[in-house]
């Protein structure tokens, strides 16, 4: 099967099979496989941490080339128990990536994802390098203090009706420490009030993460309960834990994957994770790509974007690697 020209979505296509794998005692992670049981293993790692793969995500790969696998992360939407925090870190997703891994027989997979997706797949390329083919990362976030500093206070520059509306649901007297006021709601004993927290910031997420704002798109995506729930609860357990990362560990560390192939690609206007980031990653990273979205902010749905993480994938069907000169052959986006 070929994309479209303009690197478009596959068409839509059903799960082959799903699983829950128990992974302790407490969390039991959901799992799924679509595509060609024969093709190349892929692995697709969502954001969030809460966030969940949508089934949209599987008509990134060509199912006829591709074994695409899906999973949610401890607490992310078809997972359970949803948005628990107890035995949930950064490592302890990690080992659930690996347990998954060897659950369905892979050898070898390439991993892709996005903004905390991008912040997992680099934990746990590092932790398992011989269980990599390569990776294709979209919205790079390293779980940095300053990352998670600007996303509570600095892109209110950019977004400040935005930040309006996040802020307007905290009293005035305790918007000097935004975390710790929302982690008092989102822990507290109300599940309604639980409920309206996680909707507060999980708009805010959504309304700065598109480059040209359209409310109705933020309205639409928070009408899911699950997901909501989920990103709002997990985002502020793993920011309060500074993501269960070591000061920047993950650039310190890329020695390790540094022979496998990347790509990176990364809106030029991405206020939730800005592309010093990615410019980091890649310069650290001997014979990595970073691809520069000129007109495109963190939103995976925006067509730059989706065009060149869709044909970068095709790229690595074709020939287990990544060129600058080939993604951008196109022309610009």
């Known amino acids: 099967m070929n994309p479209s020209p303009d690197f478009s979505l596959f068409p839509p296509i059903e799960a082959?099979?799903?699983?829950?794998?128990?992974?302790d005692d407490l969390h039991t992670i959901y799992w799924e496989e679509s595509g060609n049981p024969d093709g190349i293993p892929?692995?697709?790692?969502?954001?969030?941490?809460g966030g969940g793969s949508s089934p949209e995500k599987r008509q990134w790969f060509d199912p006829d080339a591709y074994r695409i696998i899906l999973f949610?992360?401890?607490?992310?939407y078809r997972s359970t128990p949803l948005a628990e925090v107890r035995d949930n870190t950064t490592q302890l997703l990690v080992k659930d990536m690996e347990a998954l891994r060897k659950t369905l027989g892979v050898d070898k997979w390439l991993l892709a994802g996005g903004s905390w997706g991008t912040t997992l797949s680099l934990a746990y390329g590092q932790t398992h390098p011989e269980s990599c083919l390569g990776f294709v990362l979209r919205g790079v976030f390293l779980g940095t203090p300053y990352e998670i500093e600007w996303f509570l206070?600095?892109?209110?520059?950019?977004?400040?009706k935005a930040y309006a509306d996040f802020t307007d649901a905290i009293p005035e007297q305790e918007r000097g420490d935004l975390l710790t006021a929302y982690e008092k709601r989102l822990f507290g004993d109300d599940p309604d009030e639980r409920m309206t927290a996680a909707r507060f910031w999980f708009k805010y997420t959504e309304a700065c993460s598109l480059l040209r704002h359209d409310p109705e798109l933020v309205e639409e995506a928070s009408k899911d309960d699950t997901v909501v729930y989920g990103v709002g609860r997990l985002d502020a357990f793993y920011f309060r834990n500074r993501m269960f990362l070591d000061a920047d560990q993950l650039v310190a560390n890329v020695g390790c994957i540094a022979h496998l192939p990347l790509m990176i690609v990364q809106g030029g206007h991405d206020v939730i994770a800005p592309p010093e980031s990615a410019y980091r990653v890649h310069k650290a990273w001997p014979g990595s790509v970073l691809h520069i979205v000129p007109d495109a902010g963190h939103s995976p749905s925006e067509p730059g974007i989706r065009k060149k993480v869709i044909q970068a994938i095709e790229q690595f069907k074709r020939e287990r690697r990544f060129d600058a000169a080939t993604l951008d052959a196109s022309g610009p986006v």
Do not use: E
């Not at 949610?72 to 992310?76: E, H, I, K």
């Not at 206070?153 to 400040?160: A, L, V």
């Open 72 to 76: 949610d992360q401890r607490g992310a």
């Open 153 to 160: 206070y600095g892109m209110r520059r950019f977004f400040p």
């Open 42 to 49: 892929v692995v697709y790692v969502h954001g969030g941490p």
């Open 16 to 23: 082959r099979r799903t699983g829950m794998l128990a992974v």
